[in-house]
């Protein structure tokens, strides 16, 4: 496990031996896991955005793009 990001507002987890990529939004308490194709396709996507160089409102307008998917409590144990 590998923590790719981690802000006042989102988590990106990285299990590269699974393929998968998990993304927690912390303003919502939710989470949704990403495997194969679309792992990759976020990590491009996300990779992308962050080397434009956004302010916080677009940052949470592209976290909200993903907010279909993010569709897991996150528990606490």
């Known amino acids: 496990m590998n923590v ?3 802000s006042p507002l989102l988590y990106l987890i990285d299990y590269p031996g ?3 990529l998990e993304i927690l939004d ?4 939710r989470m949704g ?3 194969g194709a679309a ?3 976020m ?3 996300f990779g992308n955005f962050l080397m434009e160089g956004h302010n916080q409102e677009e940052f949470e307008d592209f976290i909200d793009t ?3 998917i993010l569709d897991q409590p996150v528990m606490r144990h």
């Open 33 to 35: 896991l990403f495997r």
């Open 39 to 41: 792992a990759d396709r």
């Open 18 to 20: 699974h393929d998968a």
């Open 26 to 29: 912390k303003r919502s308490g």
């Open 66 to 68: 993903y907010d279909g």
């Open 43 to 45: 990590r491009t996507e």
């Open 4 to 6: 790719l990001f981690s």
